[in-house]
């Protein structure tokens, strides 16, 4: 089996309606992070674990995202007239990050669906699958661990964090064997648990390699958890079959599909920003005085 992981999918087609209204009209996944928009994050963590292609799932209405990362002459030249070379060079960067390509989930049926609109692409290759509101920010990228996982087992990868008691039904639970340092072995899962089913504390959490039979699975999967094709309910048939292996990842995740989460990766992001930081860390102090 070739193991080398080289492409990946950003499933961006959601409705997000967590963050409604202000996803009414622009995609949840272009909200800003200070001043990047939070896909551009998740395009160069794949980037910096070695992925080469990236396909993003988008819908009707979603199409600043492939602006976003298209080459923007007019604005470059003017910023260079200007003498602002740094900005230019940052811009053009974006539109160099990868190879990007974009497809259209047709109708909204889920997280399964949305990856199904990949095999194409995908082919028969291994391939890591970043959700498109997960935001993971650390030195070492959250997707790179998990590549490196697929590598060493051979096996589909899930990207872990334990969850609280209240959360995990939000979530999905893992049942998990220790192998190594935050590696595990997972044998089964559940999207969504109610109290009774609770598997682990340990939830899947925006990151997965999987091999590329998981399309025939998805295939024959039937609707879960909302009346939607679930990935997790896929990755629980793969899981059972051959086991899973699943990476606790490092890295701080921000769930940019709900208000709190997308505040928090805000603030902590807006203290750590060369240009801003240290004015809006005097900010926050004189606003709690
Ligand atoms: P979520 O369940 O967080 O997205 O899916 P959602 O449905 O947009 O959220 P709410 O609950 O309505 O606020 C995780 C990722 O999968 C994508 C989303 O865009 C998000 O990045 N997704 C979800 C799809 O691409 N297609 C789908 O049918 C569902």
Same mark, same amino acid.
């Not at 209405?61 to 900005?87: C, N, P, Y």
């Given at each position: 089996?070739?193991?080398?992981?080289?492409?990946?999918?950003?499933?961006?087609?959601?409705?997000?309606?967590?963050?409604?209204?202000?996803?009414?009209?622009?995609?949840?996944?272009?909200?800003?992070? &200070?001043?990047?928009? #939070? !896909?551009?994050y998740i395009v160069e963590e794949a980037v910096a674990a070695g992925i080469t292609d990236i396909l993003i799932i988008t819908n009707r209405g979603k199409e600043v995202m492939e602006d976003h990362f298209d080459h923007s002459v007019e604005l470059e030249e003017m910023l260079r007239r200007r003498g602002k070379l740094q900005q230019a060079d940052e811009l053009a960067a974006i539109s160099h990050l990868a190879n990007l390509f974009f497809i259209r989930q047709k109708e909204t049926r889920g997280l399964g669906h949305a990856v199904l609109a990949a095999r194409s692409f995908v082919g028969d290759e291994p391939f890591a699958v970043l959700y498109g509101d997960d935001v993971i920010i650390g030195e070492d990228p959250a997707v790179g661990q998990m590549i490196r996982g697929y590598e060493k087992?051979?096996?589909?990868?899930?990207?872990?964090?334990? &969850?609280?008691?209240? #959360? !995990?039904?939000?979530?999905?639970?893992l049942a998990v064997e220790p192998l190594e340092n935050r590696v595990f072995r997972v044998t089964d899962m559940v999207e969504k648990p109610k109290k009774e089913e609770i598997l682990s504390l340990y939830s899947i959490l925006g990151r997965c390699v999987l091999p590329p039979n998981i399309f025939d699975i998805l295939e024959k999967t039937p609707n879960g958890a909302g009346g939607e094709l679930q990935l997790t309910d896929a990755m629980k048939t793969l899981a059972r079959a051959e086991s899973m292996i699943a990476v606790e990842f490092t890295g701080k995740r921000y769930d940019m599909g709900s208000k709190l989460g997308f505040l928090q990766a805000n603030v902590e992001l807006a203290l750590q920003h060369p240009e801003i930081g240290s004015d809006f860390a005097q900010y926050l102090k004189d606003l709690f005085v």
């Amino acid at each position: 089996m070739d193991k080398q992981v080289k492409k990946a999918v950003i499933p961006a087609a959601g409705l997000g309606t967590r963050m409604l209204p202000a996803s009414k009209a622009c995609p949840k996944e272009m909200l800003p992070i &200070v001043d990047k928009p #939070a !896909i551009q994050y998740i395009v160069e963590e794949a980037v910096a674990a070695g992925i080469t292609d990236i396909l993003i799932i988008t819908n009707r209405g979603k199409e600043v995202m492939e602006d976003h990362f298209d080459h923007s002459v007019e604005l470059e030249e003017m910023l260079r007239r200007r003498g602002k070379l740094q900005q230019a060079d940052e811009l053009a960067a974006i539109s160099h990050l990868a190879n990007l390509f974009f497809i259209r989930q047709k109708e909204t049926r889920g997280l399964g669906h949305a990856v199904l609109a990949a095999r194409s692409f995908v082919g028969d290759e291994p391939f890591a699958v970043l959700y498109g509101d997960d935001v993971i920010i650390g030195e070492d990228p959250a997707v790179g661990q998990m590549i490196r996982g697929y590598e060493k087992y051979g096996k589909g990868v899930v990207g872990v964090k334990q &969850v609280s008691q209240e #959360a !995990i039904v939000k979530y999905s639970s893992l049942a998990v064997e220790p192998l190594e340092n935050r590696v595990f072995r997972v044998t089964d899962m559940v999207e969504k648990p109610k109290k009774e089913e609770i598997l682990s504390l340990y939830s899947i959490l925006g990151r997965c390699v999987l091999p590329p039979n998981i399309f025939d699975i998805l295939e024959k999967t039937p609707n879960g958890a909302g009346g939607e094709l679930q990935l997790t309910d896929a990755m629980k048939t793969l899981a059972r079959a051959e086991s899973m292996i699943a990476v606790e990842f490092t890295g701080k995740r921000y769930d940019m599909g709900s208000k709190l989460g997308f505040l928090q990766a805000n603030v902590e992001l807006a203290l750590q920003h060369p240009e801003i930081g240290s004015d809006f860390a005097q900010y926050l102090k004189d606003l709690f005085v």
